[in-house]
């Protein structure tokens, strides 16, 4: 069997930003128009992502994986951008994303993603809500969400004990099979920034701890990151990337996306990693290739 093939990239932030009405610039908004307007539409840019996206498709991946961000400051006028966006990364049976924080930014629209991007996160059983289970070749993805509404300066996530405990049911009906498990999230599981953090990742920890996933995936940082973390059978490896639309820019890298192959041999699965990376003039290149195990 040939091997499959799974690209991830995480936080477009899908520029450029609509000009907001007056009526939306309250509260947290406000201080995020602010940040727009004076640093991040500098290194957010769209031929950015548009080369990213271009390189992922080249490679002809059998899923991709986008863990969330997929809009700014949550404002009406983006959804629709960004659902056309990802339309063009894929259909919704090869492409799976999830919601990060920016896409709950305030409470008025924390609902909007989830009617959006709908056929993108529905579960296989064709329910809208997390975990959710999608079943492709020999990979069982698993969707979680940490995007809440949060005071302004914070970017926390959580995931609270309702889908903490459905994901334990979840891993438990699929620990007797034989299949790669991939469980996607926003939020790192550890962060050494208070603001930025899963409030509950110890609870996740030790969850993961006695039922393990294969590979864990996530965004939320804007860096390359690898972290281990310990499952029943061996550690568990997370990877996050940097924003798929960056520039680089003080200490976080230009854009990049990650491609896992992952296949089975006679000791077991086998899952292999490479970073594709913006370089220069738009060109993306591979910056690194690692067997994870």
């Given amino acids: 069997m040939a091997p499959y093939t799974l690209a991830h990239l995480s936080d477009p932030h899908l520029p450029p930003l609509p000009k907001p009405r007056l009526i939306e610039l309250a509260g ?9 307007t004076r640093n991040r539409h500098k290194y957010q840019r769209r031929e950015v992502l548009d080369a990213l996206v271009a390189d992922v498709k080249a490679h002809g991946p059998d899923h991709i994986a986008v863990t969330g961000d997929l809009v700014n400051l949550a404002l009406e006028a983006e959804f629709a951008p960004a659902r056309a966006w990802l339309d063009g990364v894929g259909p919704p049976d090869r492409v799976t994303t999830i919601p990060g924080n920016h896409d709950a930014y305030v409470r008025a629209t924390s609902h909007r993603f989830g009617e959006t991007f709908a056929p993108y996160l529905a579960g296989d059983d064709g329910r809208i809500g997390f975990p959710s289970v999608r079943r492709r070749g020999p990979l069982v993805l698993i969707s979680l969400s940490t995007a809440v509404p949060t005071l302004p300066l914070m970017a926390t996530g959580t995931l609270g004990a309702d889908q903490l405990a459905s994901l334990e049911e979840v891993l438990g009906r699929l620990a007797a099979e034989d299949v790669f498990r991939v469980l996607l999230v926003h939020h790192p599981l550890k962060s050494g920034a208070r603001h930025k953090r899963m409030t509950d990742s110890a609870e996740l920890l030790t969850l993961l701890k006695r039922h393990g996933v294969e590979l864990i995936l996530h965004g939320h940082d804007h860096i390359h990151s690898t972290m281990w973390f310990e499952g029943p059978n061996g550690n568990i490896p997370a990877i996050g990337v940097p924003s798929a ?4 820019h003080g200490h976080y890298p230009a854009a990049a996306y990650n491609l896992f192959t992952i296949e089975k041999d006679n000791t077991g699965w086998r899952c292999e ?21």
């Fill in 28 to 36: 947290k908004r406000a201080l995020g128009y602010v940040n727009w």
């Fill in 245 to 248: 639309s960056a520039r680089a």
């Fill in 273 to 293: 990693q490479t970073v594709r990376s913006l370089g220069a003039g738009f060109q993306i290149g591979q910056i690194k290739h690692v067997r994870l195990f």
